[in-house]
């Protein structure tokens, strides 16, 4: 690699870990700072922090690689993320940040649900933690295997060898730093993943030209045996776009994107994080696609694909640009890797923190105490998911499929129906939970997740679930019921 990229992504390295020293001096003296960063984050923070860890190493690998071999057909993955990040900012941001102070000061969404259904079993709690543990070890895992994959192709290095690194620096500023660390990272991170994706398509384009860019998608019609509407999405089956858009659905239950919603310092501000996220996130999804598919144009008109189709975002960069800047551009895939990492492994902590260690192990457990453990919980978390991820042939868009299904029909429909419909019930939730959990571990080891991607039969079960459960339990108590009125009434004020 030459001087000038290295000297880019040293310089970046530094970047972060001079940010997680900061963290460190200013917000992790109790869990709420370690675990939260104190409620405190501005509507930028917010949108910047939850769309880059939302979009992690798949967004500058996985997808454009999918468009790479099998045209624009995926793109319909990218429509459904926009429409469910917007849902997901109307109809959960705003009560979910206002519901989670007034029950309790919840920081964590198993605490969350337990103190708003006055869960005195803590079996919410419990199933909720594990689940989160479970899906997030998968998720993590993922992107492990992207700082791999991104070690080969542009360090180097050796696939484990890459993991260690990319891992090692992860973990250094998340246990520095706690939550503000890994939002004031993804906020810069975001900003070097959306320049980079709006250089590098451009760029391949105007490298070739007109008439070369018509030619070599030609070729690559012929070679990946498709016509040209087959390349555009054209001959994509109903079935297949359902389950491509049906990613959007996952929004409503991903811990590390929600956990956001809870952070932001006040609930006036979520229109302006709203926008942010969204204008970043349509601008970022458009090219990654892009770079796929002008790839497979560039690549079959000058030659040099790429063995693996997940690197095309790396390869280009390398081509395309003087060494400094290519260094910059691979710092926005770090920074994809990175961030996403950074927040499943915090928010995987600090269900092991405080939804097990402190409520079913030491209930009279220290804040010092409490924040040591956090910061341990990061990097056993952390060995795990290296663990999961020596297989260098794993594939990112699929582990990332897997985890986003898990957590979207596990949570999903709990947090939806627990923040709009007041009749729900925690044995309602308890059921959605399990049932969603299970059919998509079901489908998933069926082998039907080639025919429906399985977060659609997944979130439908759990959904029916916990409406024919509540129906069939107890009404909450009037308590609950004021309480629940109270949150949407304060959520309709703020937004």
């Not at 997808?63 to 429409?83: K, N, R, T, Y």
């Not at 390869?315 to 926005?332: D, Y």
Request: hydrophobic content about 55%; proline content about 3%.
């Amino acid at each position: 690699m030459q001087t000038g990229t290295l000297i880019a992504l040293a310089i970046y390295f530094i970047a972060m870990l001079g940010i997680g020293f900061y963290a460190w001096r200013k917000s992790t003296a109790d869990t709420e700072g370690y675990l939260l960063g104190g409620r405190d984050l501005g509507p930028a923070v917010t949108a910047l922090s939850a769309g880059a860890s939302d979009m992690s190493g798949w967004l500058m690998l996985g997808l454009p690689g999918a468009i790479f071999a099998s045209g624009l057909g995926q793109a319909w993955i990218g429509i459904g993320l926009v429409i469910g990040a917007y849902l997901n900012y109307r109809l959960v941001a705003p009560r979910l940040r206002t519901y989670t102070e007034l029950a309790g000061d919840a920081i964590t969404v198993p605490d969350f649900l337990e103190e708003r259904f006055h869960d005195k079993s803590r079996s919410l709690r419990l199933i909720s933690a594990l689940v989160i543990i479970i899906f997030f070890a998968l998720y993590t895992s993922a992107g492990m295997v992207s700082g791999g994959k991104f070690a080969v192709s542009a360090l180097g290095m050796d696939y484990t060898t890459g993991i260690l690194l990319m891992g090692g620096i992860v973990v250094v500023y998340t246990v520095m730093g706690g939550f503000l660390a890994v939002s004031l990272t993804d906020f810069v991170q975001g900003c070097i993943m959306f320049l980079a994706l709006v250089m590098v398509p451009i760029a391949a384009y105007l490298t070739l030209g007109g008439g070369d860019f018509g030619s070599g998608l030609a070729e690559a019609e012929a070679a990946r045996g498709l016509s040209l509407t087959q390349m555009i999405g054209g001959d994509v089956t109903l079935v297949a776009i359902i389950s491509a858009a049906a990613w959007g659905l996952g929004y409503f239950g991903q811990p590390h994107i929600i956990v956001r919603f809870m952070a932001i310092r006040d609930v006036k501000d979520m229109p302006t994080a709203r926008r942010i996220n969204i204008g970043w996130m349509t601008i970022s999804l458009i090219g990654a696609i892009l770079t796929g598919f002008v790839g497979a144009a560039y690549f079959a008109a000058r030659g040099g694909a790429p063995a693996d189709a997940e690197t095309v975002f790396l390869v280009l960069a390398q081509i395309l640009f003087h060494p400094l800047v290519a260094g910059f551009v691979l710092a926005a895939v770090l920074a994809a890797i990175m961030s996403t990492i950074s927040s499943q492994l915090l928010v995987t902590s600090s269900s092991l923190t405080e939804d097990i260690y402190k409520t079913f192990l030491k209930r009279d457990a220290s804040e010092r105490e409490l924040v040591t453990i956090g910061r341990a919980a990061v990097v056993l978390v952390a060995i795990i998911a290296g663990l999961l991820a020596l297989d260098p042939d794993s594939s990112i868009l699929s582990l990332v499929s897997n985890a986003w299904a898990g957590f979207g029909a596990a949570f999903g429909p709990a947090i939806l129906f627990s923040l709009r419909w007041k009749r729900t019930t925690r044995q309602g939730v308890l059921a959605g939970m399990i049932v969603g959990a299970l059919v998509v571990i079901g489908w998933i080891l069926l082998g039907w997740s080639a025919w429906l991607y399985e977060i659609v039969p997944g979130f439908l079960a759990s959904s029916l679930a916990i409406w024919l459960v509540s129906r069939a339990t107890a009404a909450p108590a009037e308590a609950i019921e004021n309480q629940f009125d109270e949150a949407a009434g304060a959520a309709r004020a703020g937004a």
